[in-house]
Each structure stands twice: as C-alpha cells, then as structure tokens.
C-alpha cells in the first residue's frame, strides 16, 4: 500500500464522519428547542462544510478549492452575524412589549 492511498482512505473516513456530523447538525437546527440552538448549530454545518471544502482540495489536488473555503467562512460568519442580530432584535422587541404594559398599571 502507498502512502498516497492511505492518506485517501483517512481522508474519505473523515469525509464520512463529517458527513455523518452534517447530518446530526442539520436534525439539531430543524429541532432545536431554542433560536440559540439553531444558530449554534447553523454556524458549526458551516464550519463543517469548510472542512470538507479543504478536505476534498487535499483529495483532488485542487487549490482553489481553498479559496472557495475562505470565501465560504466569510459568508458564513456574516450569516451567523446578521441571524444573530435578528434574533436580538426579536427579542429586545417582545422585551419592551412586556415592559410597557407592567409600567402603566
């Protein structure tokens, strides 16, 4: 056996737990009993999927895969950011509904 194909064997492994980590990550965002769950588990499925970005430019010997990873980590840390502000923003807002109310009885 070469070592060429072990570190194929050990990458294809490692493309299936991530995979399998994917999947798990996408039933916790569907489920999540709260937003914060899901926003965690959004952020790490990105996280995942750049990890399989870079794995499969470390199969294929392409490198601009690497650049497509970088771009995708931007994206989705500005996703991340814009889902977090909207959910402070919910929340702040349903906070002053039921404040106001308390205030004036």
Same mark, same amino acid.
């Given at each position: ?47 995942? &999927?750049? !990890?399989? #970005?870079?794995? =499969? ?10 650049? *497509?990873?970088? &771009?995708? !980590?931007? #994206?989705?840390? =500005? ?10 923003? *919910?929340?702040?807002?349903? !906070?002053?509904?039921?404040? =106001? ?5």
């Amino acid at each position: 056996m070469r070592v060429q194909d072990a570190y194929y064997y050990l990458y294809a492994f490692v493309l299936v737990v991530l995979a399998l980590l994917l999947v798990l990550c996408f039933i916790r965002a569907m489920k999540g009993p709260r937003i914060a769950d899901r926003i965690v588990s959004i952020n790490m499925m990105g996280t995942e &999927i750049i !990890a399989i #970005i870079c794995i =499969l430019a470390l199969m294929i010997n392409e490198g601009y895969l690497v650049d *497509v990873a970088i &771009i995708y !980590a931007m #994206i989705s840390f =500005l996703s991340v950011v814009v889902l977090c502000k909207v959910y402070l923003g *919910v929340h702040w807002s349903k !906070a002053s509904k039921e404040v =106001l109310p308390n205030e004036h009885t």
